[in-house]
T-cell receptor, first 113, second 118 residues
């Protein structure tokens, strides 16, 4: 069965620090990969997605993620975080067949000003 | 596009009452998903529909929960009778699903309904 694991449950950083959130998945076939962000009190919004092609994907607000097929990973990065990046981040995997996504348990990022 | 629309945005009810949550997916999307989010359990998929047909309802917690999708533009999630442990934020999401194209998996979430059962 498909599963998604996010390594960090809670991350605390100071502004301008670099961010990397880990995401690993288990699925043997072709996958579509996503990162969603949920700001406090809001709904999930798409941050970036990977379907095929260049494994380095750039999203909104300076975020990027790298798909490493051999490691079954899709880590999220940002070189310099801002206080406004405080949110919960979800990694998700889809197979493209059912439309269903498998979500990780989420990582809460707290950025201190 | 208006995005996914959910109503009501907030609902406060008393234990034992019936609660109905509503969702209007993005026009043209043929997959619809109901999620529940709590601090304790995180984000849980309750049920999803494809072309108005329920495909997987294994996440529905118990018989008190039911969901319908009478047409492509409307879905309801009903809880009867409601209990305090049902208090959560309920999200609806839609995607183009199996309608073809590469972007079939991308789900777009509604603003959610915050349910409080007293």
């Amino acid at each position: 069965a498909q599963s998604v694991s996010q390594h960090n449950h809670h991350v605390i950083l100071s502004e301008a620090a670099s961010l990397e959130l880990g995401c690993n998945y288990s699925y043997g076939g072709t996958v579509n990969l996503f990162w969603y962000v949920q700001y406090p009190g809001q709904h999930l919004q798409l941050l970036l997605k990977y379907f095929s092609g260049d494994p380095l994907v750039k999203g909104i607000k300076g975020f990027e993620a790298e798909f490493i097929k051999s490691k079954f990973s899709f880590n999220l990065r940002k070189p310099s975080v801002q206080w406004s990046d405080t949110a919960e981040y979800f990694c998700a995997v889809g197979s493209g067949n059912t439309g269903k996504l498998i979500f990780g348990q989420g990582t809460t990022l707290q950025v201190k000003p | 596009d208006a995005g996914v629309i959910q109503s009501p945005r907030h609902e406060v009810t008393e234990m034992g009452q019936e609660v109905t949550l509503r969702c209007k997916p993005i026009s043209g999307h043929n997959s619809l998903f109901w999620y529940r989010q709590t601090m304790m359990r995180g984000l849980e998929l309750l049920i999803y529909f494809n072309n108005n047909v329920p495909i997987d309802d294994s996440g529905m917690p118990e018989d008190r929960f039911s969901a319908k999708m009478p047409n492509a533009s409307f879905s309801t999630l009903k809880i009867q009778p409601s209990e305090p442990r049902d208090s959560a934020v309920y999200f609806c999401a839609s995607s183009s699903g199996t309608s073809g194209g590469r972007d079939t998996d991308t789900q777009y979430f509604g603003p959610g309904t915050r349910l409080t059962v007293l």
